[in-house]
């Protein structure tokens, strides 16, 4: 690997803001078509993606994302499904009987789904592009299923927003590879070496300011109380896993 | 990007036989760190990966990989975990109250694992690695959590077997793009447009030996009938969901 992709890998980060230069359809489609060559479950591919361009669509869709920013900036909106329905037409036609509505298949085409997405976003990276990925999508996923036209068998899992950014962007911090890498075993970990372990996340000065803008006491209530709330959660929990039964899967 | 790295993602293919000689920890901490840099759901990171080297270890786990040469044969096995059981403990430590155990926080930690054990790949393939993902890791979660100390919160996801390629390797085929890339929206398609997209498939030499050496009459059943059939998929299937009831989450 030569020394610009290392640095890439490791300074890496998201991008939300766009210029108005529309990616052409052929770039999309040629990392798309490299992206395909992520590995997958059984060679299956069960997986698709809806490209959103037009107007109309894009103003349809950035409210099932809560308007945020790269939602209703970003030039191309990539919907991935997870979706069996592909295959279970080919079987159709093959005179073969598949039995993919169960959450084993389920999962692996949720899997084969993201690692798609994600080869996607480095690809779509290494050749300048922004991306962002839009967890609304999960939230929302029965609104943005009857926009695409999303039949039985298929479920949007991930959202990238893709355009060429506007400024240079933000870094993330991460946590240290110790709180991610574990030797053999999963560690118990004592209440000191948790905080050892995101100390320089609760120390990283926007996140001070983060908490302070929100009228926390920790970061971990941002989370909690503002971000991921209960209240959201559970609600949306509910509504994605009906939204699974109403696309077929027996879950 | 460079033309190799882009001749790379168009010609990269899983690797299922390696040398005896074993990557550095070394090296692998530095894939882990640099992989740690994918994008995640709200930047909490909720993944952990368990290295596996000891070789008590390998042999306790091949059997659950039910002894695929690759997972036999790699110096290093990933198994990358969704893990929201960090993130709880470091809400305990903060005085903050997390709801984790839902659907929408399970998915979100499976695509943050999925996504983060993508980049392994990439970043590890860009090195001269070969990987293998081994779906077996879902079928058998319950043994694999038990002897890698998963504790509730914990779910293994991704498998990875890692190591020096010691053979070329075969690329895989693919589906032509126009089956994976729709245009605003999904599309119905007949019996012969389906056909047309998976005759290349079909038509494949390999596949065509792979259904006589099976006695099939078409490629799709070999899938539905060898590979992935019912009485597999559905079992494993309760025995995945009673798992992630055991660790806590409610689904």
């Known amino acids: 690997m030569n020394t ?28 798309v078509e490299a992206a395909s060559h992520a590995p997958n479950t059984g060679n299956m591919q069960l997986y698709s993606v809806v490209e959103t361009r037009s107007p109309e669509q894009r103003a349809l869709l950035a409210p099932q994302h809560f308007n945020q920013p ?39 085409a949720i899997i084969d789904a993201v ?43 991930c959202c990238l927003a893709v355009g060429y950014p506007s400024e240079p962007g933000v870094e993330s911090e991460r946590l240290p590879v110790e709180a991610i890498l574990c030797e053999e075993t999963y560690p118990e970990r004592t209440d000191e070496e948790i905080r050892e372990l ?31 709330p209960r209240s959201n959660n559970e609600p949306f929990s509910k509504i994605f896993v009906d939204f699974l039964r109403a696309q077929g899967f027996e879950v």
């Open 198 to 228: 995101y100390r320089a996340k609760d120390d990283y000065e926007p996140n001070r300011k983060f908490i302070e803008e929100n009228g926390k006491e920790t970061l971990a209530q941002v989370f909690t109380d503002v971000r991921y």
């Open 70 to 108: 790269a939602a209703v900036n970003s030039p191309v909106l990539l919907t991935v499904c997870a979706d069996v329905r592909r295959f279970e037409r080919w079987c159709e036609v093959s005179r073969a009987e598949p039995a993919m509505r169960n959450p084993q298949m389920l999962l692996a």
């Open 4 to 31: 610009e992709t290392e640095e890439y890998f490791l300074n890496r980060h998201t991008v939300r803001t766009f210029t108005s230069e529309v990616p052409s359809k052929e770039l999309i489609r040629s990392i």
């Open 115 to 157: 690692a798609f997405t994600q080869q996607i976003v480095t690809i779509a990276e290494l050749h300048g592009l922004g991306t962002c990925y839009l967890g609304t999508v999960t939230y929302n996923a029965p609104k943005i299923a009857e926009m695409l036209g999303l039949p039985a068998g298929t479920v949007p899992v």
